[in-house]
């Protein structure tokens, strides 16, 4: 069982937009504002999306947005394209001296 | 170009050792924080273990006391040493270069299978 909690399938329409949530606790989401995001298409290695929440490293569309309200964070994925369509994974970081924490992965569906 | 290369996975029966290396272009491996992150087939992602610029290590508790990280400066490698292997280790091993707060990896490798079985 994951850390972090994610939908298992979300799903949507070319040019639709799409949000993923991601659930923790105080001692993970909540307690920091270091959660990322990550994209995972079959048989590649995963890629970093958003980190601290809501920052895109550079090549990141500006089409995928993070943000968080509590223990809660969401990833926004807006102006669907097929190739959006790859597993989602969020992170996020849960103290020092330790690992991120991972939720179990979203299946984004691009209809 | 910035980039990791991992290498050393394949199959091991329950109880054996591996070790798997990670070689890394275009930035320093001891100026970083560099993680190994695990997926088993059809699931999630788990970290694994990290070894911090200072020479630091930390573990998951699923693998603490089997095994080990390091690096070798010299030749820009991060290394995992497996012992003690059960099936449950079977997954593909990334390494990973931490942003450098602990928080998220930018770069990863492109992951090695590693298979326990009889």
């Known amino acids: 069982q994951s850390a972090l909690t994610q939908p298992p399938s979300a799903s949507g329409s070319p040019g639709q937009s799409v949000t993923i949530s991601c659930t923790g606790t105080?001692?993970?989401?909540?307690?920091?504002?270091?959660v990322s995001w990550y994209q995972q298409h079959p048989g590649k290695a995963p890629k970093l999306m958003i980190y601290?929440?809501?920052k895109r490293p550079s090549g990141v569309p500006d089409r995928f947005s993070g943000s968080k309200s509590g223990n809660t964070a969401s990833l926004t994925v807006s102006g669907l394209q097929a190739e959006d369509e790859a597993d989602y994974y969020c992170?996020?970081?849960?103290?020092?001296?330790?690992?991120?924490?991972f939720g179990g992965g979203t299946k984004l569906t691009v209809l | 170009e910035v980039q990791l290369v991992e290498s050393g996975g394949g199959l091991i029966q329950p109880g054996g050792s591996l070790r798997l290396s990670c070689a890394a272009s275009g930035f320093t491996v001891s100026s970083n924080y560099m993680s190994w992150v695990r997926q088993a087939p059809g699931k999630g992602l788990e970290w694994v273990s990290v070894?911090?610029?200072?020479?630091?290590?930390y573990y998951a508790d699923s693998v603490k006391g089997r095994f080990t990280i390091s690096r070798d400066n010299s030749k820009n490698t991060l290394y995992l040493q497996m012992n003690s292997l059960r099936a449950e280790d079977t997954a593909v091993y990334y390494c990973a270069r931490d942003l450098g707060d602990g928080s998220a990896f930018d770069i990863w490798g492109q992951g090695t299978m590693v298979t326990v079985s009889s």
């Open positions: 105080s001692s993970d989401v909540g307690g920091y504002n270091y």
């Open positions: 992170s996020s970081y849960a103290g020092s001296n330790k690992g991120p924490v």
């Open positions: 070894i911090y610029s200072g020479g630091s290590t």
């Open positions: 601290e929440v809501s």
